[in-house]
């Protein structure tokens, strides 16, 4: 089994998590809420791919608040402040099935390990 790994700031990592439940709560595809917030259809789902550089932004967060119908960022936001900068996140990439029961050539990502990174 091949891993890889990606670094990113715990804060962002948890902004996408929260994105991405309250889309799936919706019943809204990575496309769908791409569309809705008038950006490339692959948007989202580059961002929500951990070997992508592709993040949100400030502005984003607007434009996936109006595009979810919730009443405010803050609701796409973790509680608190988070207990690390840089986290590196530890990954393998399973192949998706086709509805024939073979294999796609799209990846599903299965989190490993979350490692914190420590400043010097």
Not at 29 to 41: F, G, N, T
Not at 49 to 75: C, F, W
Not at 96 to 102: E, V
Request: aromatic share 6%.
């Amino acid at each position: 089994m091949k891993y890889f790994s990606t670094t990113i700031s715990q804060l962002d990592y948890e902004i996408i998590l929260n994105v991405k439940r309250l889309r799936e709560d919706k019943d809204l595809s990575q496309r769908d809420l791409s569309e809705a917030m008038k950006l490339s259809k692959s948007f989202v789902g580059k961002v929500e791919a951990l070997g992508q550089p592709d993040k949100y932004s400030i502005r984003h967060l607007n434009l996936i608040a109006k595009a979810l119908k919730i009443k405010s960022v803050i609701e796409l936001i973790p509680k608190g402040v988070q207990e690390y900068d840089m986290v590196e996140i530890v990954y393998e990439k399973i192949s998706k099935l086709n509805k024939d029961g073979g294999e796609s050539k799209q990846f599903e990502e299965r989190i490993i390990e979350i490692k914190p990174i420590q400043n010097k």
